[in-house]
């Protein structure tokens, strides 16, 4: 069932959201989205070396990726432009805003891959997920004003507009995957599009961060935390296209359920980060909550 792999790749994302939180700490934004991306394409390259040299014993196998033709590729280096541009954004953001204004944000991304499946999928919502829908959309009204309390304007901070950017950024990759997983394996995808990743992400630090490196603000420091950001990511990932590449799976169902990782983003950022104004952004959380139950409800209609 295609539902059950979104949630587990909800509840990879959500520590994969605290790992970053982590890992930028202090520490330039560039090189740790580079090691991320790195790490990533390290842990798939044995398997696209081994489809590469003819390993037919992964034909029948999850790990299965095959070679691809040359428009195959430009499709998945789209992917990687997209999802790069996304976490550019988001990173910035999440280095600047408490978990637990950008984790809820981020939970509302699939409102707009929802009017995007509509008119580009035809895709078509039950009651029991229009509900989901307004629940998440009502909280994010709710977290624009409690938000305030910490001197966060949701109308005037460039900070959540970087997020903001990221989540329409990434509404857009959703897209994008669905349309990808009509023809293409998903390892295939996963496989080639962090290597492409890992390219493009050392380009622009190359231009951008290593002319700078020297500046305080630009500095990198080591963490623990990047190598965990890249494990917990691909889990996620691969996950989330399995759950896509079922015929029945809808692109908006799959990527709200996704969002549910804030549930695991808020409750770390409140032991770990110890982030204020918990009272009221339980609430935006509870809402989200409830907009997941009714998404799963009527997913099984």
Not at 83 to 91: A, E, N, P, T
Request: aromatic share 12%.
């Amino acid at each position: 069932m295609w539902v059950i792999p979104a949630f587990v790749s909800a509840l990879l994302l959500g520590f994969y959201d605290v790992a970053k939180k982590r890992a930028l700490a202090d520490n330039a934004v560039l090189p740790v989205l580079l090691l991320n991306t790195l790490f990533s394409s390290f842990i798939f390259l044995p398997v696209i070396i081994a489809s590469a040299l003819g390993a037919g014993w992964l034909d029948d196998t999850p790990f299965a990726i095959g070679k691809g033709s040359l428009n195959d590729h430009v499709l998945v280096m789209g992917k990687a432009v997209l999802v790069l541009s996304s976490w550019i954004f988001g990173y910035i953001g999440l280095k600047h805003l408490p978990l637990t204004i950008a984790g809820p944000i981020n939970a509302t991304r699939p409102v707009m891959t929802l009017v995007g499946a509509m008119l580009i999928f035809g895709e078509r919502l039950n009651g029991w997920q229009w509900a989901g829908v307004v629940f998440a959309i009502f909280s994010l009204f709710l977290l624009s004003r409690s938000s305030r309390k910490e001197g966060v304007d949701f109308a005037h901070n460039k900070w959540i507009l970087c997020i903001a950017i990221a989540a329409v950024l990434g509404a857009c990759s959703g897209l994008y995957d669905r349309h990808l997983m009509h023809s293409l394996r998903p390892m295939f995808v996963q496989g080639w599009y962090t290597l492409y990743q890992a390219v493009l992400m050392s380009a622009t630090v190359a231009v951008l961060w290593l002319p700078k490196r020297g500046e305080e603000n630009k500095k990198f420091r080591w963490s623990w935390a990047i190598p965990l950001i890249s494990i917990f990511l691909s889990c996620a990932d691969v996950a989330y296209l399995y759950a896509l590449s079922n015929p029945d799976a809808m692109i908006s169902v799959v990527s709200m359920i996704r969002r549910s990782s804030v549930i695991v983003s808020f409750s770390c950022g409140a032991i770990l980060f110890h982030e204020k104004n918990l009272r009221a952004k339980a609430v935006d959380l509870a809402l989200i909550f409830v907009g997941m139950i009714f998404l799963y409800i009527g997913s099984r209609q």
